[in-house]
């Protein structure tokens, strides 16, 4: 692999994991609800006066181990999404405030939803490892045999369902988000990514199958 090649894949995963905390921190500010996972950790920081950061990465190392069980292996990337993407988020929550009119709240959580995809093609594209919550969806759809959807789909109502009765705010932006994260992402991860067959000249049949971004060389 050439030094170019090399940076260009960290300088993906670098910029895509601060923008995704970046653009998680617009989102909860919005106020008009957050993703599904940012209901647990809003519920788990109320509960326990933790920072919203510290909770977001605290939730992630959490759900490395269950990794274990499922027999997923973490990247360099998905090290770093634990540790980034929380204290990025963290930083917005400090320094901009929810705006009050309804609209710039609409706005604002807007913005955040497309940042958030284009900072997922981004980190995904570098191939470093996926997210730990996305690596627990693609390990219980592999362990249990389900569709990725059904994996995502009862994950995410689990976690909102917590998340909600300890408080976090499940809103109509969550439901936004539900349902538009998913096309926006299947735009951005093939036209941000690096082809895996350009990262790796022999791909698995497994990459193959599971990244959208690889074709033939």
Request: hydrophobic share 55%.
């Amino acid at each position: 692999m050439t030094d170019r090649l090399l940076l260009a894949r960290w300088s993906r995963l670098l910029a895509g994991l601060v923008l995704y905390g970046l653009a998680d921190g617009l989102i909860v500010q919005a106020g008009v609800g957050v993703t599904p996972w940012d209901v647990l950790a809003q519920g788990l920081s109320l509960r326990t006066g933790m920072l919203f950061g510290v909770v977001t990465i605290a939730i992630g190392a959490l759900l490395l181990l269950l990794w274990i069980p499922l027999r997923q292996r973490p990247g360099v990337g998905t090290l770093l999404n634990v540790l980034i993407v929380g204290a990025a988020a963290q930083v917005v929550l400090w320094i901009l405030p929810t705006p009050e009119p309804l609209l710039a709240r609409i706005g604002l959580f807007v913005l955040g939803l497309l940042l958030l995809a284009v900072a997922t093609g981004l980190y995904v594209g570098a191939h470093f490892g996926a997210g730990p919550r996305d690596g627990l969806m693609m390990g219980i759809s592999r362990r249990f045999r389900w569709p990725i959807w059904v994996a995502r789909t009862t994950i995410e109502g689990t976690v909102v369902a917590v998340g909600w009765l300890l408080g976090g705010n499940a809103s109509i932006g969550t439901l936004a988000f539900a349902l538009l994260i998913g096309p926006l992402c299947q735009f951005t991860i093939p036209f941000f990514a690096l082809p895996v067959a350009v990262v790796s000249p022999v791909p698995t049949a497994e990459s193959r199958r599971e990244d959208p971004t690889w074709h033939s060389a």
